[in-house]
């Protein structure tokens, strides 16, 4: 399984596809600064630009190799073909996913940027019907709850792809060497809590229906009491690598 950690960064440019709240960027970065003709790309369907620019002051030596992009995944048509040596896709798919098309259309576009024998990581959290202890029954539920306020207030929920589909994709689009790895993430119910009230808020929005609202409210504050009695919350996820042809 192809690691970013191990690999020679040297001369190399890196293309992250979904900076977020920064977590992937900041290992990136890093990184950066043990390879210093190592060049980072990141981009993001959202300007998120200033945040950025606020995680890289601490960096001083490798802002001038740090660019931002906003752009869907699907076009990056800012990126000339064949230029980048490395993608890194961090649980984006399953955003980019709740729109039917658009993974297999990304994921396309990803080869053609890629240089001959350019290195695809993907890392995703499993579909929630794959959880298989209490714990991870408490991970899917929160997501139900997520996915039920999303679609309430007339918002696309995240879909993630099971890594067997996800490797039948990258293999039809002509990506070899392709690897799995499977994983649990155990996060301290002090690091899920705010994070779940972070997403509640953005989920949760007035549409109207306030017996709808404090249905989803309710449910919240059950799953938040579940949480707050776990030490930690396991969450199932995959790690898959392709290279181009």
Request: net charge negative; with cysteine.
């Amino acid at each position: 399984m192809i690691e970013i950690h191990n690999l020679d960064l040297r001369n190399k440019t890196i293309l992250e596809v979904g900076t977020g709240r920064g977590g992937t960027t900041l290992e990136l970065i890093e990184l950066l600064k043990k390879f210093p003709s190592a060049k980072l790309i990141t981009s993001d369907i959202i300007d998120v630009k200033e945040e950025l620019m606020q995680f890289c002051q601490g960096f001083m030596n490798v802002q001038n190799r740090i660019t931002f992009i906003q752009s869907d995944a699907t076009d990056l048509n800012s990126i000339p073909n064949e230029s980048i040596d490395i993608i890194i896709v961090n649980y984006t798919l399953c955003a980019i996913n709740s729109i039917i098309g658009k993974l297999t259309m990304a994921i396309n576009r990803f080869f053609h940027l890629l240089k001959p024998g350019g290195i695809l990581l993907i890392e995703e959290e499993y579909p929630i019907e794959s959880a298989k202890t209490e714990n991870q029954c408490i991970w899917a539920d929160k997501w139900r709850m997520l996915k039920t306020a999303l679609i309430s207030s007339g918002n696309l929920p995240f879909n993630e792809i099971h890594p067997d589909q996800l490797t039948q994709i990258l293999s039809l689009l002509n990506f070899i060497e392709i690897e799995k790895e499977d994983g649990l993430n155990m996060l301290h119910h002090s690091e899920i809590l705010p994070l779940f009230e972070y997403q509640i808020s953005g989920s949760i929005s007035s549409n109207g229906d306030s017996y709808l609202e404090k249905g989803l409210l309710k449910w919240a504050g059950k799953i938040k009491k579940k949480i707050e009695k776990l030490e930690f919350m396991e969450i199932p996820y995959y790690r898959l690598s392709a290279k181009k042809t």
